[in-house]
């Protein structure tokens, strides 16, 4: 059997696979990116027919190429992908697609890995995990199947149409979340949405998008989060040219807010006592958003328009005053419950030891304990920015340095010292 050998094998071509590969070739570092399906694969197929992207064309992009879409919009999700596709073809990135990698284990006795792909054996030297962060979609084990009711994950989610007639209970406020609910309300559903902690920055504020703010404020490049903020659920939406995502307007709209989701028993689900606490703490964290904003705007003399109406508060909705503890499904109408309740990752065909107790991968900036093993596209990987395009492009160009490095030291030979007679 014929083994073919490259010095790195990179895992994904998404965002994090593209990055990499035009890092790896700036540093004359050889070569190759394997996808098993398409480039950008899940922004086409894993995303509901009218997501859009959650940041502005001119900001979430890479260094090198702009979007074909005005600068100020949200990118739909097919525009995305074939913005990848397009980078990867003006960088020629070595994308081999259709290849599914299998498992990866160390050689025994030299430096490297044996990657056993559904097109044959690889050797490589460095294998970079460039799966990103949405691998295994996670649905809460709270109501059964045997209940009876249509169940999917938000990344089987596409559009109203859909869906099972009747009402729908979205579980999760964040982007995915909110957006799913609105759509369907919009489209004429009932709709359930439970919410749980969250934060709520304003999309804009004072001619400026919430992306500019986190940049001038110093807040992308947070290197670690704050302690018990790792997994904060973000509620900001780009639909409709972007918005502030505002729960009470929602409610307003006719959406039925509920607390987080806790339980089910007897055909009814249950609900903690949290909405009305997790609302506030995100209105908090919007309004806390503007005092930055704010205090920015002063300190450096800008002339941006003042928008006291940031600030205005629909009065809480009955939803909110008189809260719904328990739902039974039937009674309610509901034909689907989407959960809209995050990924886990999977990275059980690497051999080796590099995730901890939970799977999750032990690095440092992306360099595992392991040499040779690399993790790109993870969430605060290097700092808050690290998960979106332009954050992953600066990840990928460290993880590059550092696997140059290392096959500069693999390649040094040094000169025998030189023998002398004895006297």
């Known amino acids: 059997?014929?083994?073919?050998?490259?010095?790195?094998?990179?895992?994904?071509?998404?965002?994090?696979?593209?990055?990499?590969?035009?890092?790896?070739?700036?540093?004359?570092?050889?070569?190759?990116?394997?996808?098993?399906?398409?480039?950008?694969?899940?922004?086409?197929?894993?995303?509901?027919?009218?997501?859009?992207?959650?940041?502005?064309?001119?900001?979430?992009?890479?260094?090198?190429?702009?979007?074909?879409?005005?600068?100020?919009?949200?990118?739909?999700?097919?525009?995305?992908?074939?913005?990848?596709v397009a980078y990867a073809r003006k960088i020629d990135a070595p994308v081999r697609t259709g290849v599914e990698v299998r498992k990866v284990t160390r050689l025994k006795g030299r430096r490297g890995f044996r990657v056993e792909t559904g097109d044959g054996v690889i050797e490589a030297v460095n294998v970079v995990a460039a799966t990103g962060p949405f691998q295994k979609p996670v649905i809460p084990p709270v109501i059964p199947e045997s209940a009876g009711i249509a169940q999917m994950h938000s990344s089987a989610y596409r559009n109203p149409g859909d869906l099972a007639p009747g009402a729908v209970l979205v579980v999760g406020a964040g982007s995915s979340g909110v957006q799913i609910a609105d759509e369907l309300n919009r489209a004429g559903r009932k709709v359930f949405l439970s919410v749980g902690p969250h934060d709520r920055p304003p999309r804009s504020y004072r001619g400026r998008d919430f992306v500019w703010w986190l940049g001038v404020l110093g807040l992308w490049d947070m290197a670690a989060p704050a302690p018990g903020t790792e997994h904060v659920t973000i509620a900001v939406s780009g639909a409709r040219g972007g918005e502030t995502v505002d729960f009470r307007q929602l409610a307003a709209q006719g959406v039925t807010l509920l607390g987080r989701t806790s339980s089910f028993a007897g055909g009814a689900v249950g609900f903690d006592d949290d909405l009305t606490r997790n609302v506030n703490a995100g209105d908090a964290n919007h309004d806390g958003m503007l005092d930055a904003a704010d205090a920015y705007i002063a300190a450096n003399g800008l002339d941006l328009p003042e928008e006291p109406e940031a600030r205005n508060r629909l009065p809480d909705p009955e939803c909110m005053t008189n809260p719904v503890r328990s739902l039974n499904l039937r009674d309610a109408g509901i034909g689907t419950v989407i959960w809209a309740t995050g990924f886990g990752q999977d990275y059980s065909w690497i051999e080796a030891d590099v995730c901890d107790e939970r799977g999750r991968p032990r690095h440092q900036r992306g360099v595992s304990p392991v040499q040779g093993i690399y993790f790109i596209g993870l969430p605060w990987l290097s700092r808050r920015g690290s998960t979106f395009i332009w954050g992953v492009w600066h990840d990928a160009k460290y993880i590059a340095d550092q696997i140059a490095i290392q096959n500069g030291y693999a390649a040094y030979t040094a000169k025998a010292p030189a023998m002398t007679e004895p006297a």
């Open 1 to 84: 059997m014929t083994v073919e050998r490259i010095n790195t094998l990179v895992v994904g071509a998404g965002q994090a696979g593209i990055a990499m590969s035009e890092h790896l070739g700036k540093a004359g570092v050889p070569h190759l990116v394997l996808e098993r399906s398409r480039i950008a694969e899940r922004w086409r197929s894993e995303r509901w027919d009218s997501l859009v992207a959650n940041g502005p064309a001119w900001h979430d992009r890479f260094p090198n190429l702009e979007f074909s879409c005005d600068p100020d919009a949200f990118a739909g999700k097919e525009e995305v992908a074939d913005y990848l």
